[in-house]
């Protein structure tokens, strides 16, 4: 009941947009009671909320490839080929939106699902040995994912393999411990490049080294938690 309510929910939205969505063609399509999906999920935004995170849990699944690096280029790969699309550039505009009811409630429970989601991660890596201790696992998800959204909703440039993986190795140059495909995979040099921001970001909050970590900048809370 559960996944088809899900995903008649996510092709309504699609087709009609969350202000005229109808609850009651969702159950139609679902083959559900409407009064099964008030049960399940109390209100419009609820049901939405866990549709979104649903599909994209869907579309952008948590990679486990065995390396941060690989880890993160998979987890970008996807999310560019999802927001790109245009299901998905729609519901990342809908998900902008700050007039719906219980709106923040319902993108906060997206968003802390699919960080603590991407946290996996990099809690796989610091057992690995690849991750410096103490990094904050949402805050990096957000460095991570945040040019994509940029480019897809101010700039409009593309969205290709080249930034994906400048944005992987930047973020590395600062999260990353020592190792040894760091240097091979370093970004380009240049005045106002990603090694030189990573070497800035380095002596800054979260990039700190592990043993200056109680010198780095105190951070606010990201909201997410």
Known sequence: ????????TVDVLFESGFDTLSIREI????????????RRWGTKAELVSDALASRMGLEVPTPDTGSLREDLLTLLR???AFISTPLGENLVRMALRRDLPDSDTARDRFWTDRFTRGSVILDRAEARGE???GIDRFLTLETLVG????RLLLTREPLNETIIENVVDLMLTGIAAEHPWSAAHAPSPGPCGPQALGAILSQRSILAPADDATEAFPRGDSGMD
Do not use: D, N
């Open 27 to 38: 159950a139609k399509r679902a083959g559900v009671h409407v009064s099964s999906i008030y």
């Open 147 to 150: 040019p994509l959204y940029l």
């Open 78 to 80: 996807a999310a560019a």
């Open 131 to 133: 991750l410096r201790p």
């Open 1 to 8: 009941m559960r996944a088809a309510a899900l995903t008649a």
